[in-house]
């Protein structure tokens, strides 16, 4: 794989000449048409599209934010910020308020009788100490989601969130936020790091600080868009599948490379593989490029409600979602006593660098198929130091990804796929 | 470390505001006085120059070459080379000869008769198949270190190499050869994989591939450099060292980022880390910025032979030399059994990212050491999946390194020191 592997060329295809590729975007028609025809040129056995309805969020023109004021003196300061995935625009004009810059929810509590008509400005940082940056995200990504509405409840007009980053650069990382229905959709916006501190610090040091921001989001109705499916046919005639993905769409700002180009195209490669090498599986492999991961998560929903409506049993369902970067190990949501019992083909897959099986793992298109028939479900784990360096940014680019890297992960998830294949997870 | 730590900052004034720094230039002087006034800012209990002799070539030009003709046929293609470090310069009228393809030392063995007055174009491949790219490198460095002699006996006037990686620009590679004295001394120069994959294309298909090549290369006698070592002394009186350390020298056509400026500032980190948590060592522990690894490695000889003359015992040479990268595990240069009973220890590491204690490490500043007393040598194991595309190329540049990576390597560092501080490899 290392030397005839196909995934970086595929890559390079997807990010270069395709590009970003958010729901509803003519960009994501074209991915699912080249991944139809690229996964049928793999080898498929059949390859098909799965239909699902997706949210079509559009950002509809550049995100503008600038400092206005300080003490009443003006200012002209510009911050580089994206507007949230999900979010309503501010209308043309745009806003224009004084900052409440808190550090986190409980400090939003402490403010909240001071909200009324302001923008609130989240500076939740990153934590640096972890030493598994996803962790961090983790941490701090409910700010981005939830923190519009949290600050709407109170009054708020708009909403600036530091970003999930810890990059030393200034680029601002999108993603989606959630609308709580019970309150107004107020306008939200990612700033990057640099502009992050120096808008804390002046906020900490002045008593009244102005910003305006301007963005376009809006929704069209919402639109048609596809799992694309491949297989290739199990030799014992069972309904059991293992399945293997990435999702298909990106956010609109950049190339999708490591979020999630990578998953796709590692996925397409274990199809390559197996067919180059002549394997026949004993179960059904299933090979899905999923539908909105980004913003509506549409595509894995869908895709569990069919296997339950189909009463397939699935095996295991592995996902690539996490960058193109050099494995480290798989996650598993499996019982302890499954988990324990593979943890000796760590052994196996030592050579290849993947050294963990933890447990807690998967993927946000798999999901759904364990709430749904009780999957088990497995992500690859790679080094993600780099990751939120440029995770939702517009530095997520193919340059950013190392053909070695990309095809190790997907050489431990084609070692993972045969290994459930042949023994199962009994 | 990962919040506080300066490493990330002082590369960038290394990479930046010095830059190449090979051994005789101005710029290694410039590095040699950075290094022992942030060594001493950094903590130290002393810190001093140790002075050794060192090599001073210069690359004395811009470095060209063409293929001028092909079966007679005039054209020009030009290629994109580099001198190999130690090489002598073709003159300012260049050298023009046929090319001679070869793919291994066995290859050029058969084609012995037909070298006189040709170029030989050494196209050993970089293995790919390798998961750990760094013995691609040592399996193909032999081609750098000996080609252009063992084609000069054989009355070849020039050599090219294929450069020793496996990146997907066309950067060439450069490194140092060795000359063998018993045979003229013949220019070469290393060129990038497009160009390697284009020349030797057209030498398979064509049977008189005229080619040109320029380089200026030659030395000046040797200088003054300098080992910048600083101390922090061990409480318990005795004659006993730990060294850590890196190369302070690099290749003159980049910033020496990944090879070495990580390993220096790793090393600086170590100490300033241990100084701030107000940390005692039981034995001295010495923080070493050696001289002239590159194209000598007479620092690290000259600390070695220091060490003997000192009648000092090392417990443990601790080097980063392979790129600042995310560390995977230390290489031990000691005993079987002492390795066994040092391995429990990657349980305490396992949180840092290092899973594994192998065998044969170590570095080309610290095996002297082990040679004239016998210390036990370390190396840092970082993941090398990127090193290569890099390596001794243009591309080795400041913004090529990770804040991250960079700091979990010296945090797994000041681990393995604390470690032999305390408990000693006994």
């Known amino acids: ?125 990153f934590n640096p100490t ?23 409840k109170y009054g708020a007009i708009g909403v600036i969130v530091r970003s ?40 900490r040091q002045h008593s009244k600080v102005q910003v305006t921001f301007t963005t376009n989001g809006y929704f069209l109705p919402d639109t048609v868009g596809h799992n694309v499916i491949a297989e290739l046919k199990g030799s014992d005639g069972s309904n059991d599948f293992i399945t293997v993905g990435g999702h298909l769409d990106s956010w609109d700002i950049n190339e999708g490379a490591h979020d999630d180009g990578t998953g796709i195209v590692q ?55 996490e960058g193109g970067f050099t494995p480290r190990g798989f996650s598993f949501t499996i019982s302890d006593e499954k988990l324990e019992k593979i943890k000796p083909w760590t052994k196996l897959l030592n050579a290849y660098g993947v050294y963990e099986f933890t447990k807690g793992g998967g993927g946000t298109d798999i999901a759904p198929l364990n709430k749904t028939i009780n999957a088990p479900l497995a992500g690859l784990v790679p080094d993600n130091q780099r990751y939120f360096d440029l995770h939702h940014a517009r530095n997520d680019v193919f340059e950013a990804v190392n053909k070695r890297e990309l095809l190790l992960g997907a050489i431990n998830m084609a070692a993972l796929i045969y290994l459930v294949d042949k023994y199962g997870l009994q």
């Open 1 to 125: 794989m290392l030397v005839n592997g196909e995934a970086f060329e595929n890559l390079r295809h997807l990010t270069k000449h395709i590009g970003g590729r958010l729901a509803g975007s003519p960009q994501m028609v074209k991915a699912e048409n080249w991944g139809l025809i690229t996964l049928k040129q793999s080898g498929a056995d059949t390859a098909y599209l799965q239909q699902c309805m997706v949210p079509h969020w559009v950002r509809g023109g550049t995100d503008k934010a600038s400092v206005v004021s300080v003490d009443g003196k003006m200012q002209k300061k510009i911050l580089d910020v994206l507007a949230l995935g999900n979010s309503l625009g501010t209308g043309k004009k745009g806003i224009k308020a004084e900052v409440v810059a808190v550090s986190s929810f409980d400090d939003l509590e402490k403010h909240k009788s001071e909200l009324k008509g302001k923008i609130v400005f989240y500076n939740y940082p």
């Open 130 to 152: 972890y030493i598994v940056p996803a962790l961090a995200y983790r941490e701090s990504g409910i700010y981005r989601a939830n923190g519009a509405s949290r600050a709407a």
């Open 164 to 203: 999930m980053s810890e990059g030393t650069n200034n680029h601002p990382h999108t993603g989606s936020l959630r609308y709580n229905d019970s309150f107004p959709k107020i306008p939200a916006v990612a700033v990057g790091l640099q502009d992050a501190d120096f808008l804390w610090q002046i906020c």
């Open 267 to 321: 996925t397409i490669e274990e199809l390559r593989t197996l067919k180059t090498l002549g394997y026949r599986p004993r179960k059904t492999i299933r090979f899905v490029l999923f539908a909105n991961e980004e913003n509506g998560a549409r595509g894995g929903l869908m895709y569990a409600e069919q296997a339950k409506a189909k009463n397939e049993n699935h095996l295991l369902a592995i996902e690539s979602d």
